[in-house]
């Protein structure tokens, strides 16, 4: 052990990506009994209407899918950190269909929580125009922008691709602890700094008694675990405001280590969605990006994925450090919008 550095990790959470890209027991095939199971499931729910905030997992029945959710949860807390599933035919449902299933889906695998102060429990990934660059508001998911790696503010992070670009739009992502293994043989010291807090924007999302950014670590070690939380953008425009700490040379080198390593194709895997396809990450232990694409020019086709953020219950500890910035750190209640919210939706339009 370096001084007070955890030492490498071991374990199916530290990959990289070709050999992982050469796998495919990370894929699971949705079989036609799990799609009849589905629909089943997903059918009278939505036809009739009921808000799919309000489904829960009792009524979302999945006796035999469920084995399958149970097996990625799995994964994610203690195995490579993500799973793919394919084979959802969207082709055939409504977006009222789509997302009724995608919820009912997701509530087996632990309570879905908010994506933001609206109380969205549903996202929509897809391109509306803004410029993440300039407004300090916009969220990348709403730009045809490559993302660059981050994790987002919950245990997982599932997307359900509907409709895909002209090109572009990968998917990419990187286990984090191989990052944290490398910096740890590279340059230790850069790993350490890492640990430390750093100025965290909160785009507006502000509770009472909150200043409007926090001061949140890329890596912590809580219960004999290591995690990763890392959003660079949100590091970056936390800059705008006057009483943000001001990154030091040393965080600025570490963070740019970790950038290239990420960004290192030894390291990371891509894939490609197909529409039907649900992918789930787990943001502890995974960092997960996005290419730039090129959209069609018609609105039906545009690029268009679901979202939902799901806490884990019985997954690892966190920090205490997290609770500013997560609100929660209890598993199974973590995660998602710290700002009080008065009614839970899933909108079915982007917006």
Request: net charge negative; aromatic share 10%.
């Amino acid at each position: 052990m370096i001084d007070d550095l955890p030492p490498p990790i071991t374990g199916d959470a530290v990959w990289y990506g070709p050999e992982m890209a050469s796998r495919t027991d990370w894929i699971h095939e949705i079989t036609d009994e799990e799609v009849a199971e589905i629909e089943a499931a997903m059918r009278p729910l939505s036809d009739s209407g009921v808000e799919i905030s309000t489904i829960t997992k009792e009524d979302f029945p999945l006796p035999r899918f469920s084995a399958r959710l149970h097996d990625a949860a799995q994964q994610m807390m203690h195995g490579r950190g993500f799973s793919l599933m394919r084979g959802l035919p969207i082709d055939r449902w409504s977006i009222r269909d789509a997302a009724t299933a995608y919820f009912g889906i997701g509530q087996h695998l632990g309570p879905v929580r908010p994506q933001n102060a609206r109380g969205h429990i549903l996202g929509h990934v897809k391109d509306l125009g803004r410029d993440a660059e300039k407004d300090p508001l916009a969220r990348v998911y709403e730009t045809r922008e490559r993302q660059g790696f981050h994790t987002d503010r919950s245990d997982v992070v599932s997307l359900l691709c509907l409709k895909t670009a002209k090109s572009g739009g990968a998917s990419s992502l990187v286990s984090s602890l191989t990052i944290y293994n490398e910096m740890y043989e590279r340059a230790p010291d850069l790993l350490r700094v890492l640990f430390e807090p750093f100025p965290m924007d909160r785009r507006g999302e502000v509770a009472p008694g909150q200043k409007e950014y926090s001061m949140t670590p890329v890596y912590s070690k809580c219960g004999g675990y290591v995690s990763a939380y890392y959003v660079p953008r949100y590091i970056q425009s936390a800059n705008r405001f006057d009483d943000a700490p001001k990154l030091t040379q040393q965080q600025k080198d570490a963070l740019a280590m970790l950038d290239e390593l990420a960004n290192d194709p030894a390291i990371h895997m891509d894939m490609t969605f197909l529409p039907g396809d649900i992918q789930w990450v787990y943001n502890h232990t995974t960092f997960h990006d996005r290419t730039g694409y090129e959209d069609w020019p018609e609105d039906e086709m545009k690029r268009h994925l679901l979202r939902l953020w799901v806490s884990l219950p019985g997954d690892r500890p966190l920090h205490d450090i997290y609770r500013d910035r997560w609100g929660e750190i209890e598993p199974g209640r973590r995660g998602g919008t710290y700002v009080a919210v008065d009614k839970l939706v899933t909108p079915l339009e982007a917006a």
